[in-house]
Each structure stands twice: as C-alpha cells, then as structure tokens.
C-alpha cells in the first residue's frame, strides 16, 4: 500500500518517515521487544518531529489506547482487522504535518493520534490488499483469521476475533497473481488451517472446504509447492490425509503443534484431544507420505506440569521423533484462564525443563539430518543466504535447509536435484545436480 502511495522502503529508520512496528503478542517477551524497539526510537522525535510513528499488529489490537500512555511519543495504533487503513491513517498524518511545518515551524505535532481497534465484518478479505511486489520464489497467503478454540494460555482468540474464511476463488486468484510474478511456493497460513471454511462453506463429495482449497490451489500451472500452517487434531480427518496421496504439489512437511505429551496437562491446556489421538494422526501422516517430516510447537513449565507431566512430552518426542519442535517456556498472557491458575512455575524450572527437552529435540533432529548425508533431494532455490551472500538458500520439500554454491541468475526460483554433501547439525550442504535443472528448464 506505501509503495503503491509513492513511498519507497528504507532499511534505515533513521531516514523514514513513517515506523511502523508490526507487533506480536503470543508471549511477553515479544511484546517486550516491540515496546522497547519503539522506546528507543523517541529520540527521532527530536531531530525529525514530522516522523510518524504506528504500532499494528496483536499488541497494538489488546493494549490499544493504553500505548499512548507508555509510549507518548507514539501517533498510530491499527489492530488486526484494519491493516487496510493503516497507509490512510499515516500518509494523512504525514502530509498534514509536512503541509503545516511550511506554515510553522514549531509545531509540536501533538494531536494527532489515531487508534483504530474495531471489529470490521468480513476484514478476511482484505488482506489480500497487502499483497507485496515480490521476486521471492516463494510467499504466505493468509486463508483465514481468527480462531474459536480456547486453548487456556493463547491470547489469539483475544486479539483475532472469530474464524473467518476468504472464499475459495479469492484465494486461487491470489495464488495465480502471485505465480505470474514468479513464485513458485505457497504457504496457507490461518490458525487451524483445516478448519477453513467450516462455518461458511458446505463439505463436497464428503471434502471439507480445506481440501477443496488445497485442489483448487493444486491446479495452478506454474505453482510446484503447497505448505499450509499451523495445522490442529481437531478435525484433522482422513480426506486431509488422503490429500497427500494423490496431491503431489503438497509438500511432505506439516507443522503440527503438540504442546504438551500429558493428557493431563492437555485438558488444563483446553486442548480437545489426547495424546494417543495425535500420535494415530501422526502416524496415518507417515503411511500416506513415507518421507513426512513432523515438526511441532510445545509448551514447557505450563501451570501446574509436574516433572511426570514433563517426563510423558519428553516420551512423546523421543517416540515421534520430530524433525524439528519450538519449545516455548510458558508466558502468562493477559484475559487468559491459564494467567490465573495458582500452581504457576518459577522461570527457573521452566528454563530447566526448557533446556533438558530443546537437548532431547536437537539430539534427534541431527541424527535424522546426518542421515541425508549422501542423499540426493528434490530443493527450491529460494535466494542468497543471509550469513553468506555467496551461498545460495535452498529447501526440501520436508522445510530442510540446504545451502549450495552456484549461480543464482540459473538457480534461484528453480526446483531441482542436489546431492547433499555435508551436515553441520541443523544445515545441510549440497551440489546441484545439473542435468536436473536443465531438465527443468
Ligand atoms: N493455532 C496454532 C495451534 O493451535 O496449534 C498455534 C498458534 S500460536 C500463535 C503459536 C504457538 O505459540 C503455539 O503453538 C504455542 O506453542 C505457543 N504459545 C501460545 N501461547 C503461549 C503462551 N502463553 N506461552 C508460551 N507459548 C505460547
Ligand atoms: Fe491459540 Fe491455536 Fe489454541 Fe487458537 S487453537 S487458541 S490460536 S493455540
């Protein structure tokens, strides 16, 4: 929206005259962060008094007006449903500043604050507003926002509103502009993603309106992979497992967040399934695509887990041996249930449970790595790496990373065959394997 308004993006804050801090609010510490990013920058203030600054985002959708009272310097708060007002809200703040600092050049520019919180019925289907100029191969589409679940320790449902879905075509179209401008991968990304659609479109042919998406997705010419995030057990059913026999653009990779290996702690935790329901759907995963990798989320030091509690999850990962888990310390999060509980943990044994499991998690995630040492894997190109301008970034269809050597004007944007050649715990080393890419081309 700002390039389309005439404004060009700096990486340097110092020259913009517009920052704006896209905040998170899952756990504390990130709001932490976004208040302190903002904090230092008041001194911009001083030398450049018509710069304007925004908070958007999930912090700025359940503190709301209160950030103008810890940040004073602060001119914007956007919330989650009106993304698509934020260049109007700032390009007016801006041009209006600049016009009366030509009349009057002390101007303290106070009064101009904005902090726009509401609901907006049907905000779903703005945000393909955002869609962004790209030369990256690959891009995130959101589906859906909001969530119903109540999972006791999330702030979402708080800050996102209910579940609401784009329609089908909205979303197709989007993923067809997005090809035309070279990417090559999508990912679907809604809070339970297999849940789209449940409320506002019928099941055809017994497939529920996520797997009508994922067919309509598949049958883009052009697009070569399909990834969606984050998926839940809770209507996570056998047409969605099926999907991955005969949709080979869907990539062999979920995203499946656990929590917790402890019935017990699952139920404190509001999550509507046991242990054994989410081992079933792992292990229905696995026979339909034979080379899935599982990655998941778990929360440590919930509210009243015990060391047995703690033990069972640790089970649990040695068992599905995961190819890669975030392992989050429990954060106490404003208006939620869990906040309140009285058994809370000390940092300490969250930070020792954390250590001890993330021990557990890398141990298994190396071993699978170093097991592809000498393997030939399908990748896409994704650009140079971030450590390394000279190397070239590259995934497996399982979201491993594969670092090559080569020449990015012949590789980037294209899938192909690497031979994998070394393994430094989480980053796998490759060759292309060159009659693959002229195949491809
Ligand atoms: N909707 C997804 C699901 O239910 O699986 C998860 C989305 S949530 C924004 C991302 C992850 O943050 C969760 O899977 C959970 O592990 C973690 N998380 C959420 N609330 C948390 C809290 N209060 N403390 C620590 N981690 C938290
Ligand atoms: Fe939060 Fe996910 Fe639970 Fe929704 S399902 S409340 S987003 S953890």
């Given at each position: 929206?700002?390039?389309?308004?005439?404004?060009?993006?700096?990486?340097?804050?110092?020259?913009?005259?517009a920052?704006?801090?896209?905040?998170?609010?899952?756990?504390?510490?990130?709001?932490?962060?976004?208040?302190?990013?903002?904090?230092?920058m008041?001194?911009?203030?001083?030398?450049?008094?018509?710069?304007?600054?925004?908070?958007?985002?999930?912090?700025?959708?359940?503190?709301?007006?209160?950030?103008?009272?810890?940040?004073?310097?602060?001119?914007?708060?956007?919330?989650?449903?009106?993304?698509?007002?934020?260049?109007?809200?700032?390009?007016?703040?801006?041009?209006?500043?600049?016009?009366?600092?030509?009349?009057?050049?002390?101007?303290?520019?106070?009064?101009?604050?904005i902090?726009d919180?509401?609901?907006?019925?049907?905000?779903?289907?703005?945000?393909?507003?955002?869609?962004?100029?790209?030369t990256?191969?690959t891009?995130?589409?959101?589906?859906?926002?909001?969530?119903?679940?109540?999972?006791?320790?999330?702030?979402?449902?708080?800050?996102?509103?209910?579940?609401?879905?784009?329609?089908?075509?909205?979303?197709?179209e989007?993923?067809?502009?997005?090809?035309?401008?070279?990417?090559?991968?999508?990912?679907?990304?809604?809070?339970?993603?297999?849940?789209?659609?449940?409320?506002?479109?019928?099941?055809?042919?017994?497939?529920?309106?996520?797997?009508?998406?994922?067919?309509a997705v598949?049958?883009?010419?052009g697009?070569?992979?399909?990834?969606?995030?984050?998926?839940h057990?809770?209507?996570?059913?056998?047409?969605?497992?099926?999907?991955?026999?005969?949709?080979?653009?869907l990539?062999?990779?979920?995203?499946?967040?656990?929590?917790?290996?402890?019935?017990?702690?699952?139920?404190?935790?509001?999550?509507?399934?046991?242990?054994?329901?989410?081992?079933?759907?792992?292990?229905?995963?696995?026979?339909?695509?034979?080379?899935m990798?599982?990655?998941?989320?778990?929360?440590?030091?919930?509210?009243?887990?015990t060391?047995?509690?703690?033990?069972?999850?640790?089970?649990?990962?040695?068992?599905?041996?995961?190819?890669?888990?975030?392992?989050?310390?429990?954060?106490?999060?404003?208006?939620?249930?869990?906040?309140?509980?009285?058994?809370?943990?000390?940092?300490?044994?969250?930070?020792?449970?954390?250590?001890?499991?993330?021990?557990?998690?890398?141990?298994?995630?190396?071993?699978?790595?170093?097991?592809?040492?000498?393997?030939?894997?399908?990748?896409?190109?994704?650009?140079?790496s971030?450590?390394?301008?000279?190397?070239?970034?590259?995934?497996?269809?399982?979201?491993?990373i594969?670092?090559?050597?080569?020449?990015?004007?012949?590789?980037?944007?294209?899938?192909?065959?690497?031979?994998?050649?070394?393994?430094?715990?989480?980053?796998?080393y490759?060759?292309?394997?060159?009659?693959?890419?002229e195949?491809?081309?």
């Amino acid at each position: 929206m700002f390039t389309e308004g005439g404004y060009t993006v700096t990486k340097d804050e110092f020259k913009a005259d517009a920052i704006l801090v896209n905040t998170c609010s899952v756990r504390d510490q990130a709001e932490q962060k976004a208040l302190g990013k903002m904090g230092s920058m008041v001194q911009h203030r001083k030398k450049r008094p018509h710069v304007v600054y925004g908070f958007m985002g999930c912090m700025a959708q359940s503190r709301g007006q209160e950030l103008f009272q810890n940040v004073p310097h602060l001119d914007v708060v956007v919330g989650t449903q009106k993304y698509h007002k934020v260049f109007e809200y700032v390009d007016g703040i801006l041009q209006n500043r600049l016009e009366r600092r030509m009349d009057d050049l002390k101007l303290t520019y106070k009064g101009d604050h904005i902090c726009d919180i509401d609901e907006e019925k049907d905000s779903q289907n703005t945000i393909k507003d955002h869609v962004k100029e790209t030369t990256d191969p690959t891009a995130f589409v959101s589906i859906m926002q909001g969530c119903n679940m109540k999972c006791s320790y999330c702030i979402v449902p708080d800050t996102r509103g209910r579940e609401r879905g784009r329609p089908i075509q909205d979303i197709v179209e989007e993923c067809e502009s997005l090809v035309a401008r070279g990417v090559k991968e999508v990912t679907l990304l809604g809070q339970i993603v297999n849940l789209y659609g449940r409320t506002e479109f019928p099941k055809v042919d017994g497939k529920s309106p996520f797997v009508q998406l994922l067919e309509a997705v598949h049958a883009i010419e052009g697009l070569e992979r399909i990834r969606f995030t984050s998926p839940h057990p809770i209507g996570y059913r056998d047409d969605l497992v099926e999907a991955f026999t005969y949709l080979p653009k869907l990539c062999s990779h979920i995203h499946f967040p656990m929590q917790s290996g402890s019935d017990r702690i699952l139920k404190l935790m509001r999550r509507p399934y046991k242990n054994e329901k989410f081992i079933e759907i792992c292990k229905k995963m696995k026979a339909a695509r034979p080379d899935m990798a599982i990655t998941t989320d778990i929360i440590v030091g919930f509210p009243g887990e015990t060391e047995e509690d703690f033990e069972e999850t640790v089970k649990c990962v040695k068992e599905l041996e995961f190819d890669n888990c975030f392992v989050f310390r429990y954060s106490q999060r404003r208006n939620t249930p869990a906040a309140d509980m009285l058994d809370q943990l000390s940092e300490k044994v969250k930070e020792d449970r954390n250590q001890r499991l993330l021990a557990v998690v890398n141990e298994i995630a190396q071993r699978k790595n170093n097991a592809l040492v000498g393997t030939v894997q399908e990748v896409l190109c994704t650009g140079p790496s971030k450590n390394n301008p000279n190397t070239l970034n590259s995934r497996t269809p399982q979201n491993k990373i594969v670092i090559l050597e080569g020449n990015p004007d012949r590789l980037v944007g294209k899938v192909f065959k690497a031979k994998i050649h070394e393994c430094t715990g989480f980053t796998l080393y490759g060759t292309p394997i060159i009659e693959s890419l002229e195949e491809a081309e």
